[in-house]
């Protein structure tokens, strides 16, 4: 592992005597969750909450795997999180000012933010922890957070030089890390609890002290997921969508593409009872096809996932006129009935799953939530799945 600042020094005791690290933590090492010696059967929600400390009148407590218990004695300030599902849960809780390091800022959906009114989210001061999709440890300590509501164990899996003693001099000499990989379920390297998205959005809220901003966000969701219930049309009627990577190679006629998962990535096309169209045509959690392979299948519409955070309007439309113009691609029926569109990302959080789900509602079931009419259609006054300036007054604390 490289490293660039030779002249930082590690000193003992902490730097941060009042973050720190509970009991609960196995063998006092941090990636404990990764003997898979807790399950997701035997840790319930309430474990997975906050637990008081009685050691002070201010002090408290979170638990979440893999870290164990987090003990706090003030709420944390500055704050950094690696994938963009925790980025969004921070600024969901008004903390965007503290936000200090994201794995890339500019893959973040701010179109979303921009759709609410009073709201005003800027990451321009907010540092790539990943340049390239490699990272520096000590871009921990250049930072300085207060807490990195980051799942270690992932860490290990982008940097083979990442260890556990890594997570531990981290979490002693800079903050702790309080996270979980949510994206997905079933990887191999994740032998521990899984989290829904609001599981792991009420313990980070409980970590920030905003229990509150929290249960009005779980409002909003629970409302919105009951309109969703009471306005499907019939599974016989709704269409069979294909999801796609935008980040496939349109040139080559080489596509990645996905059944309909579980965990936090295809949240929002689970509610919506999404027909997945190759479901039943991949052994696994994607694959790789030409464009004969899509035609046997011929999905009704096509979604390309990351298309609202990984390409500009134009740089979509482009790759669409490129399947267009391909003799093969051109037959496909969603291509023939222009039923191609922009999709949601993998890391969404609270505000962005909002979004995501009301834009996937509008190109599925116009009839019943309204028409898609590209990025202009977050800013709608009008048959919207839930009320943006709710939303905003959360974030900015009019709870």
Not at 94 to 106: H, Q, S, T, V
Request: with cysteine; charged share 25%.
């Amino acid at each position: 592992m490289s490293n660039n600042h030779d002249t930082i020094q590690y000193e003992s005791p902490t730097r941060r005597d009042y973050v720190k690290y509970g009991g609960a933590v196995v063998g006092g090492g941090l990636l404990a969750g990764c003997t898979g010696e807790t399950s997701q059967e035997s840790t319930t929600e309430a474990e997975s909450t906050t637990e008081t400390d009685t050691a002070t009148d201010e002090s408290y407590s979170v638990t979440m795997e893999p870290m164990g218990t987090v003990e706090f004695d003030e709420p944390p300030e500055t704050w950094s999180a690696f994938l963009s599902t925790y980025g969004d849960m921070g600024i969901a809780l008004g903390k965007a000012d503290g936000l200090r390091g994201l794995w890339n800022p500019e893959t973040m959906p701010t179109a979303f933010y921009d759709a609410l009114p009073g709201v005003d989210i800027s990451l321009e001061n907010v540092t790539a922890i990943a340049e390239g999709g490699e990272f520096d440890k000590e871009v921990f300590y250049e930072l300085d957070s207060d807490v990195h509501l980051i799942d270690p164990n992932w860490l290990g899996i982008l940097n083979d030089d990442w260890t556990e003693d890594d997570a531990d001099e981290v979490a002693a000499n800079v903050g702790p890390f309080l996270g979980n990989y949510i994206r997905r379920r079933g990887d191999d390297w994740h032998d521990y609890q899984y989290y829904s998205l609001y599981e792991a959005f009420g313990v980070v809220a409980e970590a920030f002290d905003e229990r509150e901003r929290y249960e009005a966000f779980a409002s909003v969701h629970d409302d919105a997921q009951e309109t969703i219930d009471d306005s499907l049309p019939p599974a016989e009627e709704r269409l069979t969508v294909g999801l796609v990577s935008v980040n496939s190679d349109f040139e080559a006629g080489s596509f990645y593409v996905y059944p309909v998962q579980g965990g936090n990535n295809h949240k929002q096309y689970r509610d919506l009872e999404m027909r997945g169209a190759f479901d039943d045509h991949i052994d696994g959690s994607y694959g790789e096809w030409d464009y004969e392979q899509f035609l046997q299948v011929d999905p009704d519409a096509i979604v390309f996932q990351y298309g609202f955070s990984h390409v500009s309007a134009a740089e979509f439309e482009s790759r669409l006129e490129t399947m267009r113009e391909d003799p093969v691609g051109s037959q496909l029926s969603a291509v023939q009935n222009d039923r191609l569109y922009r999709g949601g990302g993998s890391y969404q959080g609270p505000i962005v799953n909002l979004f995501q789900t009301e834009a996937a509602a509008r190109q599925f079931y116009p009839n019943a939530f309204g028409e898609w009419d590209g990025m202009d259609t977050l800013h709608a006054e009008s048959l919207t799945l839930f009320d943006r300036q709710r939303i905003a007054d959360i974030i900015n604390g009019d709870i």
